[in-house]
C-alpha cells in the first residue's frame, strides 16, 4: 500500500515513522510520504487559504494546492482520497478494514472551516473519495485524523501482524468490546485475578471471557449491541 499525506502541518505526521507504521514500511509492506502542501503555493506568503465566498467566520482552504498536489501526486482511478473532516462518514472497524484493501491512500488534512467543495468534488472526478469523521468533536485539523486512520489500517494489512489470530478477538471486530485481561502477580495491591482465568478449565475461560465482553458491551456501549446479544444481556441479568 502507498500512503500520501497532504499537510500545511506535516510535522503533525511525524510518529507516523515511528511504531507500527514504522514497522509496516520496514516490512515493505507500505510506502510512506508527507507533503507540505504549501510546496504547491506559489506565492511569497505560501498562502493556502482565503476568506469564504458568502461571508461568514474564519478561513477556507483555497482549492490550487490541492488540484497540483493531485496532479502531481498521479491521483486516479486506482486511488482513494481521504478527507478527514467532521462532517464525515464515522471512522470504524469495518471502514479500517475496507481501506486495508485500498492500493493507494491520499489523506487530505482540512484546516479552519474547512476545504473549498470543489476540491472534494474534483478529486470524485478522478478518483474514490472518501470523507471521514474520527468522532462527533471537532478537532483543530484533519492531521490527527489521518494519523489515526492510518495506525488503525496499516495494522489490518495482511502480513502485517506476526499473529493474525491477535486480531480476532479485538474490541469492534465482532460487535463485542474486549474482555478484561490479567497477568502476574496473581494478586497485586489486594486485588485478586479472578479464580476462573487460574483454573486451567478453557471451556470456563471462554465463557467467562465471553460473558464479560457482553457485559461491558451492554453497560458501555449498548448502541454495539445486536438484537440477539441484548438476549444473551437479558439471560444473564436474568431479566426479559
Ligand atoms: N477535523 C476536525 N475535526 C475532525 C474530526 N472529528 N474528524 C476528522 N477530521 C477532523
Known amino acids: 500500500m502507498r500512503i500520501d499525506v497532504l499537510s500545511i502541518f506535516p510535522d503533525y505526521l511525524a510518529p507516523l515513522e515511528l511504531s507500527l507504521p514504522g514497522k509496516a514500511r520496514a516490512k515493505g509492506l507500505l510506502e510512506l510520504h508527507v507533503h507540505d502542501l504549501r510546496r504547491w503555493t506559489h506565492d511569497r506568503h ?17 482549492p490550487e494546492p490541492f488540484g497540483e498536489a493531485f496532479d502531481e501526486l498521479g491521483v486516479d482511478a486506482g486511488t482513494t482520497v481521504i478527507f478527514t ?12 478494514h475496507e481501506l486495508s484493501t485500498r492500493e493507494r491512500l ?3 488534512c482540512g484546516r479552519y472551516e474547512g ?19 474520527l468522532g462527533d468533536y471537532v478537532l483543530n485539523g484533519g ?8 495506525e488503525a489500517v496499516v495494522r489490518l494489512i495482511p502480513g502485517f501482524m506476526g499473529n493474525p489470530d491477535s486480531l480476532v478477538e479485538e474490541s469492534h471486530e465482532d460487535g463485542l468490546l474486549e474482555y478484561p485481561v490479567y497477568t502476574k502477580p496473581k494478586e497485586w495491591r489486594g486485588h485478586e485475578v479472578p479464580d476462573v482465568l487460574l483454573s486451567g478449565d478453557h471451556g470456563k ?5 465471553h460473558d464479560q ?8 456501549r449498548p448502541d454495539l449491541l445486536a438484537a440477539s446479544v441484548v438476549g444473551e444481556w437479558e439471560i444473564v441479568r436474568g431479566t426479559p
Do not use: C
Open 106 to 108: 491520499v489523506f487530505a
Open 115 to 133: 476545504i473549498d467543495q470543489r476540491v472534494i468534488d474534483h478529486a470524485r472526478e478522478r478518483a474514490e473519495v472518501r470523507e471521514i469523521s
Open 205 to 209: 475461560i471462554a465463557a467467562w471471557r
Open 143 to 150: 492531521e490527527v485524523a489521518a494519523l489515526a486512520i492510518t
Open 213 to 220: 465482553r457482553v457485559r461491558r458491551t451492554a453497560e458501555r
Open 85 to 96: 473532516t467532521p462532517s464525515g462518514e464515522p471512522f470504524t472497524q469495518a471502514l479500517a
Open 46 to 62: 505560501n498562502t493556502t487559504d482565503d476568506t469564504p465566498y458568502g461571508g461568514g467566520a474564519g478561513m477556507v482552504m483555497k
